[in-house]
T-cell receptor, first 114, second 116 residues
Framework: NAGVTQTPKFQVLKTGQSMTLQCAQDMNHEYMSWYRQDPGMGLRLIHYSVGAGITDQGEVPNGYNVSRSTTEDFPLRLLSAAPSQTSVYFC?????????????FGQGTRLTVV | AQTVTQSQPEMSVQEAETVTLSCTYDTSENNYYLFWYKQPPSRQMILVIR??????QNATENRFSVNFQKAAKSFSLKISDSQLGDTAMYFCAFMKHSAAGNKLTFGGGTRVLVKP
C-alpha cells in the first residue's frame, strides 16, 4: 500500500515558469488537499477537494490551480512561478465520515523559485 | 476562522526526561478535533495523537499524552521518557468536521531537541 505519493521530491524553477506537482493516493479517499509549509507558519491550506470533479479554495489559493478528474489524483499547478512560492508542498488525503479524521500526508515537494 | 498558536519555537530536553509543548486555539465551534503531528528531518508528517472535543478524557498514546482544557482552549502535549528519536518539529492542528471536508489548521510548530 503506497499511501500518498508526491512527485517530484525536489524542484527548482525560474520565475515565470509553470509546473505541476503530482499527488496520487491508492486508499480510495474522497478528500484530498494541498498545503504549503513555510518557516514559522506551519502548514497552510491551498486548495482541497471532497471528491472527483469538486474543488475549492483554502487559505492561500492565489497563484495555484487544481483539478480532480479521478478519485486517485489531485495535481497542483503553478501557472507562473514566483519567488514567494518557494516552499515545501504537502498533499494529504483522508477518508469520509465523522469518525475517520486522520489525514495521510505525502512526503512533500521542496520547491525553489529563483 | 480558527487559529492555532504554539508559543514555544524551540525546546530542548535531556534523554529520558519529560517535556511539555503548549498549544492554544481559538474557535467558536463546539464539535472539533485536535491533533499533534510530528515532523522529523525526513519531512514526513506523522500523526502522534488525536483528541475529540466531545471527550473529556485526555488521549494517551504510549509515551505521549495530552492535557485538553476545552474551556481554556488549550491542548498541550507531554512527551515522557524522551528518546533521541523524538527530535523533530511538532505541530498542533485543529479540525472541524464538515461536509466540505476535513480541513486542518496548523500552529507554527515547536522544534524539540532531545539531548543524550
Amino acid at each position: 500500500n503506497a499511501g500518498v505519493t508526491q512527485t517530484p521530491k525536489f524542484q527548482v524553477l525560474k520565475t515565470g515558469q509553470s509546473m505541476t506537482l503530482q499527488c496520487a493516493q491508492d486508499m480510495n479517499h474522497e478528500y484530498m488537499s494541498w498545503y504549503r509549509q513555510d518557516p514559522g507558519m506551519g502548514l497552510r491550506l491551498i486548495h482541497y477537494s471532497v471528491g472527483a470533479g469538486i474543488t475549492d479554495q483554502g487559505e492561500v489559493p492565489n497563484g495555484y490551480n487544481v483539478s480532480r478528474s479521478t478519485t486517485e489524483d489531485f495535481p497542483l499547478r503553478l501557472l507562473s512561478a514566483a519567488p514567494s512560492q518557494t516552499s515545501v508542498y504537502f498533499c494529504a488525503s483522508s477518508p469520509p465520515g465523522r469518525t475517520n479524521t486522520e489525514a495521510f500526508f505525502g512526503q512533500g515537494t521542496r520547491l525553489t523559485v529563483v | 476562522a480558527q487559529t492555532v498558536t504554539q508559543s514555544q519555537p524551540e525546546m530542548s530536553v535531556q534523554e529520558a526526561e519529560t517535556v511539555t509543548l503548549s498549544c492554544t486555539y481559538d474557535t467558536s465551534e463546539n464539535n472539533y478535533y485536535l491533533f499533534w503531528y510530528k515532523q522529523p528531518p525526513s519531512r514526513q508528517m506523522i500523526l502522534v495523537i488525536r483528541q475529540e472535543a466531545y471527550k473529556q478524557q485526555n488521549a494517551t498514546e504510549n509515551r505521549f499524552s495530552v492535557n485538553f482544557q476545552k474551556a481554556a482552549k488549550s491542548f498541550s502535549l507531554k512527551i515522557s521518557d524522551s528518546q533521541l528519536g523524538d527530535t523533530a518539529m511538532y505541530f498542533c492542528a485543529f479540525m472541524k468536521h464538515s461536509a466540505a471536508g476535513n480541513k486542518l489548521t496548523f500552529g507554527g510548530g515547536t522544534r524539540v531537541l532531545v539531548k543524550p
